[in-house]
């Protein structure tokens, strides 16, 4: 092996090795009361079962409109928002979700719908669009049950992924994300995912990661027993899908970061929340790419990131979690951005450098991507669950907002689980 090839082989294992420090990051000042987002759910009704989800399949449970109004009184007494993610279940088989949307949209909130897409249809995709709707949230990934796609690898998926892009960007106007479970036998498959994204960079606006946890799963019994208002409880039985090295329960965040950097080593997240116990958790990431559908020039700083959630909050009253659509084009700010955030001028200059090779490159624009990923709940070796630290994903219960990962132990117990460390037998 030649001297340049043992170099670059160090140079790529040291890009995606390299660690993820918090104090290179923008802690969002988000807080419980304070939020860019909400999480609204009119249905407990879902069309598709997915590993990992706490939600029944095909209840037919759905929630009124005065119920859906009580919640939204709730979310609008305790939390100051910017957009209600209007989720369930899925939100598409509430035979009133455009009457839902209405309601969000009249209470000044931007309302996303998070669905798998399996029931829509572009009539109802105008309708929804009418009643004032700004975006889709698509989640799709190859542990769901979805008719004529079970069984494919995510990487064949990004190409139902391109028709519900195709489908949003028609009427235009609206957001398009995409919500992906990793597992253990998908993590490899993150960066495929970000390389199909990246081609459509311009009318796919957030992708998101999320580690697989699930409420039996991520709560090991053999370690913990487990109390419900001081009560002691047995769990339901695990899923029979899950189990095994394929459903770990122990992905972090920094893995997805590293397996992505084996496509992108340059990839950097620019904002974060921690978790609420384990401190060293970086429970949300978020990143911002610049480039175009032929590649990605880098990744936005922190100090744009904490410009931008200031000034919004200064000028709105309220933080924002996505970039608004009038500045996804970065072409006419990007020179500015360069002149106080250091990685932005690290990917002006790449564009200057690709104008140059390509004069070309100057008649299309350049566009801004997210890439979220989450850590959800972790249990500690002494029982204490790390949840994250101001969840945007908070949810109404019986008139409070609780977290929405962990509705499955009010729903079933009444209460959030105590887990306490079984005794060492002598």
């Not at 109802?124 to 989640?139: E, I, M, Q, S, W």
């Not at 564009?351 to 004069?359: E, H």
């Not at 669950?385 to 219960?397: E, F, G, K, L, N």
């Amino acid at each position: 092996m030649s001297y340049n090839t043992t170099m670059a082989a160090a140079q790529t294992k040291s890009a995606h090795d390299r660690p993820l420090d918090h104090k290179n990051y923008y802690r969002l000042p988000w807080s419980a009361n304070d939020n860019a987002c909400a999480w609204l759910e009119p249905t407990k009704n879902c069309n598709m079962a997915c590993e990992g989800c706490y939600s029944a399949n095909d209840t037919g449970v759905h929630k009124t409109l005065h119920q859906v109004r009580q919640d939204l009184d709730v979310i609008g007494r305790y939390r100051n928002t910017h957009t209600v993610m209007i989720s369930g279940g899925d939100p598409l088989t509430h035979p009133q979700v455009e009457d839902v949307v209405r309601l969000v949209s009249a209470r000044g909130y931007v309302p996303v719908l998070l669905t798998n897409g399996l029931a829509l249809t572009p009539r109802l995709l105008d309708g929804l669009k009418r009643a004032g709707l700004k975006g889709f949230n698509f989640h799709v990934d190859s542990r769901q049950k979805r008719p004529g796609w079970t069984g494919r690898n995510e990487i064949e998926l990004n190409e139902l992924r391109r028709t519900y892009a195709e489908m949003v960007a028609r009427p235009g106007g609206l957001t398009c994300s995409f919500h992906t479970t990793v597992y253990g036998d998908t993590l490899k498959h993150v960066p495929g995912i970000l390389k199909w994204a990246q081609r459509h960079i311009e009318s796919v606006h957030l992708m998101t990661f999320i580690a697989f946890r699930t409420f039996r799963e991520y709560m090991p019994e053999g370690r913990f027993e487990y109390f419900a208002n001081g009560k002691k409880v047995a769990l339901p039985a695990a899923s029979d899908d899950a189990g095994g090295a394929a459903s770990r329960t122990d992905i972090t965040s920094r893995e997805i970061v590293r397996e992505i950097r084996r496509e992108y080593p340059d990839f950097e997240p620019c904002g974060y929340l921690g978790g609420t116990e384990d401190h060293d958790a970086l429970k949300w990431l978020f990143t911002i790419r610049i480039g175009k559908n032929d590649g990605i020039y880098g990744c936005l700083g922190p100090k744009l990131m904490e410009i931008f959630q200031i000034f919004h909050h200064m000028f709105t009253g309220k933080y924002r979690a996505n970039i608004p659509p009038g500045i996804r084009a970065a072409s006419k700010w990007l020179f500015p951005a360069a002149l106080i955030d250091k990685p932005a001028a690290m990917a002006f200059r790449r564009y200057l450098s690709a104008c140059l090779k390509d004069p070309s490159k100057l008649l299309s624009p350049v566009h801004t991507q997210e890439v979220v990923i989450l850590q959800p709940p972790d249990i500690l070796a002494d029982g204490r669950q790390s949840m994250c630290d101001a969840c945007p994903d908070m949810t109404v219960w019986n008139g409070r907002l609780v977290w929405s990962c962990r509705l499955e132990e009010l729903t079933r117990f009444g209460c959030f689980l105590t887990p306490v460390p079984k005794p060492e037998q002598p």
